[in-house]
T-cell receptor, first 115, second 117 residues
């Protein structure tokens, strides 16, 4: 069974500082990997995704993530955080079987940005 | 593109009543939609997979008679919480998978906050 671990429940960074959110996955084959962001009381917005090819993927809002197969990781990064980035971030792994493609989510990391 | 809407965004009902939540894909067709439940400060729990024109597939532990799912068209899925009780109060989120893409990408609706009194 697939699983996702986000080791950091809560992270606080200063505005303008760099950010890295960790994500480790467990899956038997090459996974589909996603990062979503959720603002309070809202749904999830897709930041970026990895299916194949270049292991460094660019997303919206200046985010990027790197797929490292050897480490089973898909960490999310941003070079300079803005106060509006404060939210909950979820990493997810999906089946690449082309069927219903269920997603398994991590427990999320809450990002707080100090001014 | 890839916009998913939910209605209502917030609903308060009395215990014992039924509540229907709609999930629509606005600019794409979705043969598959998903319904999640999210508890406060928790991750998303998949409740069921909704397939257009067929019965939904429920996750283990989810009562199919309590959470009725209908996916009558390629752009609409509904979740009906029957005989709601206070413990059903939660944030319900739907997502839709684009029919035209051979990928697993799910696009999420804004969620529905259900409060059962």
């Amino acid at each position: 069974a697939q699983s996702v671990t986000q080791p950091d429940i809560h992270i606080t960074v200063s505005e303008g500082a760099s950010l890295e959110l960790r994500c480790n996955y467990s899956y038997g084959a090459t996974p589909y990997l996603f990062w979503y962001v959720q603002s309070p009381g809202q749904g999830l917005q897709l930041l970026l995704k990895y299916f194949s090819g270049d292991t460094l993927v660019q997303g919206i809002k200046g985010f990027e993530a790197e797929f490292k197969r050897s480490q089973s990781s898909f960490n999310l990064r941003k070079p300079s955080v803005h106060w509006s980035d404060a939210a909950e971030y979820f990493c997810a792994v999906g089946q690449n079987t082309g069927t219903a493609s269920k997603l398994t989510f991590g427990t999320g990391t809450r990002l707080q940005v100090t001014l | 593109g890839a916009v998913v809407s939910q209605h209502p965004s917030r609903v308060i009902c009395k215990s014992g009543t039924s509540v229907k939540i709609e999930c629509r894909s606005l600019d794409f067709q979705a043969t598959t939609m998903f319904w999640y439940r999210q508890f406060p400060k928790k991750s998303l729990m998949l409740m069921a997979t909704s397939n257009e024109g067929s019965k939904a597939t429920y996750e283990q532990g989810v009562e199919k008679d309590k959470f009725l799912i209908n996916h009558a068209s390629l752009t609409l899925s509904t979740l009906t919480v029957t005989s709601a009780h206070p413990e059903d109060s939660s944030f319900y989120i739907c997502s839709a998978r684009d029919h035209g893409l051979a990928s697993a990408t799910q696009y999420f609706g804004p969620g529905t906050r259900l409060t059962v009194l």
